[in-house]
């Protein structure tokens, strides 16, 4: 037997105390006269067999009692033939992945896994020492070292809640493995609800090696049933979903009802029999949210309800400004352009076009702009320069073609605030000129930003441009200016620099035959239609409409934003991690300004509550490990036994001893009870 | 022990409640118009109308009493018999001895045994007074043996009262030998209630009531005992002195208690059995019992003494 607190066994000098009292209680007695002594003397001749006999024992109990009392107070317990011998070194697992929270009657398995710790934890005997971690990745209870003291190791344990994000069961059991390594009584205690998708090779791995023995609590339900919302796809008009469910026998799948929520306006409902089912609805404009319910949706609630983000249909909207209109169609600046938008050609549905004279430009036709081609454009007021440049800080993007109206010096200074880079000279190349080459190209392997795609000729083949008259941008001058077409003579042909948070691109040739032979390239759409994404910020790549709470997400933005999610706001910049850590819809701002939103959702491999066989469990656990019930508390895999209890049921026991003996559980009864009434005998008529 | 002064009071012993409770309940109207004669049965014969039994006829017989309608339809001589009504004479002989002053500790003799006795023996004086009875009154025990005859008459009570009230307990009771001495001095046809616990040795055999009884007197005993006499409600090792000698014996009365109520309840029911072996009628007592019903049955058999001699 051994004892939490020793020190108070000091107690059981108080054994001591009735003892005395019994020894010296007889010297102060109370004197009572009494009518005769005759009936006190046969009382005492009659239970003088017993009295010496009952006196001890009345000693033996007041003894006892306050012994165990003693003994309580010191937290005895002993030792079992199953725990290791002397104190033991514990790592305490707790499996938080989102499955543990599956509840039937009231059951949770990550409240009965903690209790089963806890109970080992309450087992604890001097010398033990402990360290508590969850099977997350990365969990800090890995860093927080042994503790002798069961209390922080507790409140450890309490504290720890369900947590989104990969979990890899074998990790955590084969690093709690190396933890013990070479210390005394090594032993981990993995609390678990067994789900098999928790131990299968593409979610956990598996933990095979040797070491410390592994004791597998399962405290995970019986025969888990569940359904969850497994997908939701937009399409043009309708959104469809579908549903997973894993547990029931075939054929005993109940139906089962899906609720979409649009807002608190639009609300749809779909019986559903099997595991797919359409909601056909007119989308709203821009990003929307929506949220599809599921019911009944069995044993784990947190993939019942699950958010989603739709994006509808959002055009790039591209103003043309047309800067030398022309009566003769085919040779107006913006011919080729124009009929790139026409209807029928792959960028007719992507963009929305609108196209306006320099001269009829006002600065209300820029807003709500995504991008804005000036084509040739002449000298502009310095209110419209404003303007443009003020919706270029806003985000939107703005295209300039070179052209003949830029003959002059005055006109490039007047464009500057809004130009990529300063126009520095014209070079005119002429057929005539034997002493050099009549036309330049394109340096292919120079493509760079949205025009690096074309580097591969199978994207559109840019090598056939030829380039007879070019504007030369001061690229060096430009401090931020990003070259991204280049001629093989080394001149800039398309560069950009950032203003605000959006961009400004000058192209130094012609948007017509003029300059170049750019326009009647097959390549001129892919690259016109690239252009323009990325002068409207629309070229990175898009934004996963579905991330997984806890892991990592790619934010395709090249500036930090705010993500306000259901726990808050967070911050994000080029180059860091960015990890959703709860169920929601999250929304990404620049600033005041709403880019997107993406919503995020519980792994979809742990709505699946299918348990894998405690025999295969301990197979992957290797040598050692055993499997036992959430309810067998800290019993099999303790190695001390709190013996409280017993020694409780003894106190009892000898304070009822004590009571009968001494007698004063006794009432003191009346002559009646003694079979006497008064007057007469009982029963005498 | 120290001297139990001051004496019982008129007031202490006189109980009127419990007088009007013993009137209400036994006595069974106003007294007699006729002198000597009361409203208690004699065990004689005698003139009255109440048809007590046939007896042959024997010469010297009167012949009024004899029932013709009988004689005319058997042809055999028999004689009607009557009881007698004639008054009562009482005498309540109380036991004075030491160990009635038991519960003398905490209020004086005003919550001893001896004062029950000599309460209850007081309202019977009162109630037999009423009907018209003679009560006097015997102290067996005491500093002193007191006799007071009897006699009738509202001024007895007094006189009762003041005998009661100036006895001093002490000694033992001898109850045999102060029944002989009241059988003695009394003719028939008296009822003599006894007052007393009975402790004393060779009490329990309620010798004084057979001599009673075989004097022609109607013996009525009253066994009083103290609560704590019956209960043993001490809880500590106590040192228990007895009243009427020098012993004394320390004890823990809890592992004795149970054996030690057996043994009064066995002494009770013993002296109960005794009596009723006798005929004599009896009444147990604790000072927590309601006294009126068992005083009341025992005034009920004092009006009929032949009877209760016949049970």
């Known amino acids: ?685 | 022990m120290s001297p139990l002064a001051p004496m019982l009071t008129r007031a202490d012993l006189f109980d009127p409640v419990l007088v009007a409770r013993l009137s209400r309940r036994e006595i069974p109207g106003p007294p007699s118009p006729y002198p000597h004669r009361g409203l208690h049965r004699s065990a004689r014969r005698g003139a009255s109308l109440e048809f007590s039994e046939h007896t042959l006829y024997a010469r010297g017989d009167d012949l009024r009493h004899l029932d013709w309608k009988f004689l005319a339809k058997t042809d055999r001589f028999l004689v009607k018999r009557y009881e007698d009504e004639r008054l009562q004479r009482a005498v309540l002989l109380v036991d004075a001895s030491r160990s009635m002053v038991y519960g003398a500790e905490n209020g004086g003799l005003r919550s001893s045994k001896y004062h029950l006795a000599a309460r209850l023996a007081a309202a019977l004086a009162a109630c037999l007074l009423r009907q018209g009875d003679a009560v006097g009154v015997h102290l067996a025990g005491g500093e002193e043996g007191v006799w007071l005859p009897p006699r009738s008459g509202s001024a007895q009570l007094g006189a009762v009262l003041e005998v009661l009230g100036g006895a001093r307990p002490a000694g033992e009771a001898a109850l045999g030998t102060a029944c002989r001495g009241v059988g003695e001095r009394l003719k028939r046809d008296a009822a003599v209630f006894v007052f007393s616990d009975f402790l004393d040795e060779g009490e329990e055999r309620l010798e004084g009531a057979r001599l009673l009884r075989a004097r022609g007197l109607a013996p009525r005993v009253v066994h009083l005992l103290h609560a704590e006499e019956v209960d043993l409600p001490f809880e500590n090792t106590t040192r228990f002195l007895d009243l009427e000698g020098p012993a004394n014996l320390v004890l823990d009365p809890l592992p004795l208690r149970r054996a030690y109520r057996e043994e009064i309840s066995a002494f009770v029911r013993g002296l109960a059995r005794q009596a009723e072996a006798l005929g004599v009628p009896h009444a147990f007592l604790s000072g927590a019992d309601d006294p009126a019903p068992a005083l009341g049955r025992l005034l009920r058999r004092a009006q009929r003494p032949h009877r209760a001699a016949r049970r």
């Open chain 1, 1 to 685: 037997m051994d004892f939490l607190r020793p020190a108070l066994l000091w107690g059981l000098l108080g054994i001591a105390v009735p003892i005395l009292i019994h020894l010296l209680g007889r010297r102060r007695v109370r004197t009572v006269p009494i009518a005769t002594l005759r009936f006190l003397e046969r009382a005492r001749a009659r239970a003088s067999a017993h009295l010496k006999l009952r006196r001890l024992l009345l000693l033996l109990a007041r003894a006892a009692a306050l012994g165990c009392l003693a003994l309580l107070y010191a937290g005895p317990g002993c030792r079992q033939g199953a725990g290791p011998e002397g104190p033991a070194t514990w790592v305490l697992l707790l499996d938080t992945s989102p499955s543990m929270a599956a509840s039937r009657d009231g059951r949770v398995p990550l409240e009965d896994g903690r209790a089963a710790l806890r109970a080992i934890l309450g087992a604890a005997i001097p010398g033990d020492r402990f360290l508590f971690a969850t099977t997350r990745d990365g969990d800090p209870g890995w860093h927080q070292g042994f503790s002798a003291d069961p209390a922080p190791v507790r409140r450890r344990l309490d504290e720890a809640a369900i947590a989104f994000g990969p979990h890899r069961i074998g990790a955590a059991v084969e690093t709690a493995r190396a933890l013990l390594e070479g210390l005394p009584g090594g032993r981990v205690a993995l609390a678990t609800d067994l789900q098999a998708s928790a131990w299968s090779e593409r979610g956990a791995g598996s933990a095979r090696g040797a070491g410390a023995p592994v004791q597998a609590i399962d405290a995970g339900l019986a025969a888990p049933r569940n359904a969850w919302v497994a997908a939701i796809d937009e399409g043009e008009a309708a959104v469809r979903v579908q549903v997973g469910a894993s547990g029931w026998p075939a054929g005993e799948v109940p139906r089962r009802t899906v609720h979409l929520a649009l807002g608190d306006e639009r609300r749809l409902t779909a019986f559903l029999e099997g595991t797919e089912t359409s909601f056909r609805f007119e989308p709203p404009p821009g990003v929307y949210e929506g949220e599809v319910r599921l019911e009944p949706g069995g044993d784990l609630a947190l993939d019942d309800r699950v958010a989603f983000v739709g994006r509808g249909r959002a055009a790039t909207r591209v103003l043309l400004v047309n800067g030398d209109p022309w009566g003769f169609e085919i040779r107006d600046e913006l011919f080729f352009v124009r009929r790139a938008f026409a209807p029928g050609t792959r960028l007719a549905g992507a963009f929305q076009v609108r196209e306006v004279r320099l001269g009829d430009l006002v600065p209300a036709d820029l807003a709500e702009v995504d991008a804005v081609l000036f084509a040739n454009p002449g000298p502009l007021g310095p209110e419209l320069v404003d303007a443009v440049r003020r919706r270029l800080e806003e985000g939107a993007g703005v295209v300039v073609t070179a052209g003949d109206r830029w003959s002059t010096y005055e006109s490039a200074q007047g464009l500057e605030p809004i130009l990529a880079a300063p126009v520095r000279d014209v070079v005119t190349l002429r057929p005539d000129d034997a002493s050099r080459r009549p036309f330049e190209v394109l340096d292919l392997a120079g493509l760079a930003g949205p025009a690096a795609l074309f580097r591969d000729r199978a994207a559109g083949d840019l090598s056939g441009v030829r380039v007879e008259r070019y504007w030369l941008p001061e690229a060096r001058v430009g401090e931020g200016v990003d070259v991204w077409m280049r001629l093989e003579n080394g001149a800039p042909l398309l560069v950009e620099r950032r203003v605000g948070r959006g961009r400004t691109l000058l192209l130094g040739t012609t948007a017509d035959r003029d300059g170049a032979d750019l326009c009647l390239q097959p390549a001129f759409l892919p690259w016109l239609e690239r252009v323009l994404l990325h002068a409207a910020g629309r070229l990175r790549p898009p934004l996963a409409p579905w991330a997984t709470a806890g892991y990592p997400l790619e934010l395709p933005y090249d500036v930090p934003v705010a993500v306000d999610g259901p726990g808050g706001r967070l911050f994000w910049a080029p180059g860091e991690r960015f990890v959703p850590p709860v169920p929601g819809v999250y929304r990404i701002r620049a600033g005041e300004t709403f880019l997107d939103a993406f919503a995020a959702r519980i792994d979809p491999a742990e709505s699946d509550l299918t348990r894998l066989a405690p025999e295969e469990v301990e197979a992957r656990l290797g040598p050692g490990a055993g499997t036992a019930g959430a309810a067998a508390g800290a019993g099999p895999f303790s190695g001390r036994r709190d013996v409280s209890a017993w020694l409780a049921a003894a106190l009892l026991g000898a304070l009822v001893l004590e009571a009968v003996l001494s007698g004063r559980w006794r009432r003191v009864r009346g002559v009646g009870e003694l079979g006497l009434e008064g007057g007469r005998m009982k029963g005498e008529g």
